[in-house]
């Protein structure tokens, strides 16, 4: 055997079994103290030799006790651990070891586990630097290139030993910090860049698996990029947080987003299903159609809760008239009918909440100069005279009321007050109680009609009204 | 005679042995609600005119010190003593079902009905006759862009929601932004969801048709990016001879505008009067999602049917300016004021120097709310003054959401509420306590309990102070199900029970 090899492949054990300690025991723990035993061992095989045969790297506990043996030096227990540790590692010592000895390389055990320059036996675990080095990759260790990290590990699926706790402590690369990286512009272009010799990048399969995607792509089964990964629950050990795109933090997103779900659908499927719409539409709108329905395989995405937009807030319910006559189609995207209902069609003895506790005694003011429509919800004669008649409001006759004795000529003088609020006089009086004057067949014929009255109109449209008061004469 | 009981057992029957079709889904909720409430009103009373006194006060009055209303030459005055105490126990229970999934895309069925009666108290609430109604039930096949629906139904436009015995179709051309509604049928009356000639609309004896009328309508929707238009126009009329109950066309537009402005505007014209009905325009600023603020001007005309008389008294309109400011402060809190400025337009009846009355009024009000996860307070302050009459109080509320099954509120208010054109200035002090247990997502418990005080002012033996306890409560259940078993979207099963729900 040639001695030029022999000695790379020693010092390549050496290195390999000194490298294994260490990863047990820190260095200038009380395992091992590589640097304390510099002046004792001058190869790395004279411990590691198993590094070479694909044995163990770890030492043989009897090669301890030549020297510690309680004699020499005081007696140590070490055990070599049963169970070699976790890692995602591609790293085999024994290949490295036939590339030294075959003379590929000129490797030794320093190269990897010695940072450039240290004395002899400063060991550490691989310097991933060195590592890079020899491989040709020109980056610091979370900045290599997509294709790079596969060269020394296995996609995370694949290193089954990894357990949760280990997942979570995966140092984050700087390129994940970069503004708007998880909003979906900056990594799902990195993870499908490579495509199509990689249908995933290999960087996110390091560290990621399918369910991780999963977390907020909906689209899962439409990412060629996501299915590529493997499925591996313990992804989620890495805490996916999905935040919304800063188009949704625009006031007008509410309002405008049915025109953004049309144009840009493929999008919106990202992260929503066709679920989170029906969160507050009460059907399907055909945009929404083309959505995926949630389901298996795909990821839970956003969580949309129904609330009222903006424009609803303060006291949007005694406004919304012309918006809503206007915008039927609009409403109808959140609200059925029976919305309408609840408060247009008032149930009797139901506390309603439109109008505020108390409203029954300060309701005259409201009602006098109708602050909103009482009749788009109330009867006038189910509800305001029914009521007003068993308090003991409603006359028995024009002049036969006591109620207006703040205003004793009240009854010559109304004409104004009737003309302003005809529809509060009406929940007590009748037609006769007017008509008892301002009827043409008789009483005082006092002429009810006031500005803006077209008679010739009325009577064609309606003959049957003049009749009341002018019989079948009818003037004009 | 129709044999309802049989009809009731048969239809009970077909429902309990009905195996449901492939994909049918149904939903139903059943909602039943008790109140306890008393009023005081008045008793009608007269003395003759000889017997009347001066009063303090410079008025007629009894000699035990009532107010009278004289009649100038009349034998007697007419007064109002304190009525009795009445109490009513309004009961109500409505059902509200939607079925679908019946074999035909798009074909559903909807109904609604109200039973409401009040035992003991020998008063009939208002609402509470006939004891059971249909509020609607109609059929909708939704097929493409068309939806037709026939039942009893009501249409929504800008004349309020109009209640028909009828039906209805509508077309939607999304390309063009178009949308065609035409409706038609027997109409029910506004406000209610009985026919105009119900006994129980017409608690005072005044006219009424001797048919009900028919009603025609035609809606044209479009939408054109930011804008949207929609004219409707509808004609009621009497089927018998042919006379006009009414004609109106009205006119809608909403848009949003540069600048995070929205407008919306409203307007009608009643043909049939050949005036201009109610209108408004209102211009809203929300820049964030912490400020709205609007602007609007209104126009409120009543709007009588020509069946009867009314509207040759000619009711005149008003017109007002009114403003809102709504400011989140932080993520909490939030502060809101608002007012409004009307004033009637001339009437053209001359008697103010009998009977001067107010032309113009305000209203306003000032509030603060707070709101997390758990705790919701809101404060408010309002003062309206107007013809008629006036009101002014202060308001507060607290709600504490424990979870999403169990709310707990307190309410406290009092205000006064002066007449103009009687001697009442009434004062209220109301405490409230609401409880609202949701113990599943099918099952809903409410109950208030609140003390209600109130003194009549009156500078005469009027005056009365009366107190009161009111009960409410109200049980909610959800049934809901089919051969796939889910129900509902998401959007309706969360749609909130009314207002008391919210």
Not at chain 1, 153 to 161: I, V
Not at chain 2, 116 to 122: E, I, L, N, T, V
Request: aromatic residues 8%.
């Amino acid at each position: 055997m040639k001695p030029a090899p022999l000695l790379a492949a020693g010092a390549l054990l050496l290195a390999g079994a000194a490298g294994a300690v260490w990863l047990e025991a820190e260095p200038g723990s009380a395992e091992f103290d590589h640097e304390r035993h510099r002046e004792v061992f001058p190869t790395c095989v004279a411990c590691h030799s198993g590094v070479m045969s694909g044995e163990t790297p770890w030492p043989d506990p009897q090669g301890c006790r030549s020297c510690h043996d309680g004699v020499v030096e005081e007696e140590v227990e070490w055990s070599p651990p049963a169970v070699a540790r976790a890692s995602n590692l591609r790293f085999e010592h024994r290949r490295h070891a036939e590339l030294v000895l075959r003379g590929d390389t000129l490797a030794r055990c320093s190269d990897c586990h010695t940072p450039a320059g240290a004395p002899w036996m400063t060991v550490r675990r691989a310097v991933v630097d060195q590592c890079f080095g020899c491989h040709g990759i020109v980056a610091g260790h979370l900045e290599a290139p997509d294709t790079a990290c596969a060269v020394c590990h296995f996609p995370l699926a694949e290193a089954a030993a990894l357990d949760l706790e280990e997942i979570a402590s995966f140092e984050k690369p700087p390129s994940h910090l970069r503004n708007r990286f998880a909003r979906g512009e900056v990594h799902g272009a990195a993870a499908t860049a490579l495509a199509p010799g990689y249908p995933v990048a290999p960087s996110c399969a390091t560290c990621h698996a399918r369910d991780f995607c999963m977390v907020c792509h909906v689209d899962a089964p439409e990412q060629p990029a996501i299915q590529a990964l493997a499925p591996d629950p313990r992804s989620l050990a890495l805490r996916a947080v999905l935040e919304a795109p800063e188009s949704h933090q625009s006031p007008d997103f509410l309002a405008a987003h049915g025109g953004l779900v049309r144009s840009r659908l493929r999008e919106c499927a990202t992260c929503h299903a066709r679920e989170s719409c029906m969160e507050c539409h009460r059907a399907l709108p055909d945009a929404v159609s083309r959505l995926p329905p949630a389901g298996e395989g795909r990821g839970v995405g956003a969580k949309v809760v129904r609330r009222p937009p903006e424009t609803h807030a303060g006291g949007y319910a005694e406004r919304h008239g012309s918006a809503a006559a206007a915008r039927t189609e609009t409403c109808a995207g959140c609200h059925v009918q029976a919305d309408c209902l609840d408060c247009h069609r008032p149930v009797a003895g139901a506390a309603g909440k439109y109008h505020p506790e108390g409203f029954l005694v300060r309701h005259p003011s409201a009602a006098y100069s109708r602050a909103a429509d009482c009749v788009s919800c109330h009867n006038q004669g189910e509800f305001c005279s029914t009521c007003h008649q068993q308090a003991g409001l409603v006359p028995k006759g024009p002049f036969r009321s006591g109620y207006h004795d703040a205003k004793q000529m009240f009854v010559l003088g109304h004409g104004e007050a009737a003309r302003r609020s005809l529809e509060s006089c009406v929940t007590c009086h009748v037609e006769n109680d007017c008509l008892a004057c301002h009827s043409a067949l008789g009483g005082r014929r006092f002429n009810p009609h006031g500005p803006g009255f077209d008679a010739d109109r009325l009577r064609k449209r309606n003959p049957g009204m003049c009749t009341v008061c002018h019989g079948a004469r009818i003037p004009g | 005679m129709i044999p309802v009981r049989r009809i009731r057992l048969s239809a009970a029957l077909a429902i309990a042995v009905a195996h449901p079709l492939f994909g049918q889904q149904f939903r139903v909720e059943l909602d039943s609600r008790f109140q306890s409430v008393a009023y005081r009103g008045w008793q009608a009373d007269s003395i003759l005119a000889a017997q009347a006194v001066t009063s303090a006060y410079g008025g007629p009055a009894t000699p035990d010190g009532f107010a009278l209303r004289c009649f100038p030459g009349a034998q007697y005055c007419y007064y109002f003593r304190p009525g009795k105490p009445l109490r009513a126990h309004p009961w109500t229970t409505s059902a509200r079902g939607s079925v679908w999934g019946l074999g035909v895309g798009g074909l559903s069925f909807h109904a609604a009905s109200l039973a409401a009666f009040d035992p003991g108290s020998g008063e009939s609430w208002p609402g509470s006759t006939p004891a059971l109604r249909l509020v609607e039930g109609y059929a909708r096949l939704a097929a493409g862009n068309w939806d037709f629906r026939a039942g009893r139904q009501y249409v929504a436009s800008r004349f309020g929601l109009r209640g028909l015995d009828g039906i209805r179709a509508g077309l939607e051309v999304s390309r063009l932004g178009l949308e065609l509604t035409g409706y038609g049928g027997w109409i029910l009356a506004r406000g209610s969801s009985l026919p105009v000639l119900s006994p129980a609309l017409n608690p005072l004896n005044e006219f009424r048709p001797r048919r009900r009328q028919l009603l025609g309508g035609i809606q044209l929707g479009l939408r054109q990016g930011a804008l949207v238009l929609r004219g409707t126009y509808e004609r009621e009329f009497d089927p018998g001879p042919r006379y006009l109950a009414g004609e109106r066309v009205g006119l809608d537009l909403w848009a949003a505008l540069p600048g995070d402005f929205r407008f919306s505007f409203g307007a009608d014209y009643d043909l049939g009067m050949g005036w201009w009905g109610s209108a408004e325009a209102r211009l809203s600023f929300a820049p964030e999602d912490w400020l709205i603020a609007d602007l609007g001007a209104r126009r409120y005309r009543p709007y009588f049917e020509l069946w009867s008389v009314w509207p040759a008294f000619t009711p005149v309109p008003y017109n007002a300016l009114s403003g809102n400011l709504s400011v989140s402060l932080g993520r909490f809190i939030s502060v809101r004021a608002g007012g409004e400025v009307y004033r009637y337009a001339p009437t053209g009846a001359a008697s103010p120097l009998l009977v001067e009355t107010s032309d113009r009024g305000w209203r306003g009000s000032l509030g603060a709310g707070y709101r997390d996860r758990r705790l919701a307070a809101s404060a408010n302050y309002f003062l309206e003054l107007g013809p008629g009459a006036g009101a002014g109080g202060v308001e507060g509320k607290v709600s504490y959401h424990s979870g999403s099954d169990f709310t707990l509120s307190l309410y406290g208010s009092y205000l006064r509420r002066p007449l103009e054109l009687r001697f009442n200035e009434s004062a209220l002090g109301i405490l409230e306590a609401a409880v609202e247990y949701r113990p599943s997502d099918r099952v809903e418990l409410g109950l208030e309990l609140g003390r209600y005080a109130e003194d009549r002012d009156r500078p005469d033996a009027a005056a009365v102070s009366w107190d009161q306890l009111r009960l409410a409560t109200r049980v909610t259940i959800v049934l809901r199900g089919g051969a796939r078993g889910s129900g509902l979207p998401a959007a309706v099963l969360r749609m909130p029970r009314g207002p008391s729900g919210r």
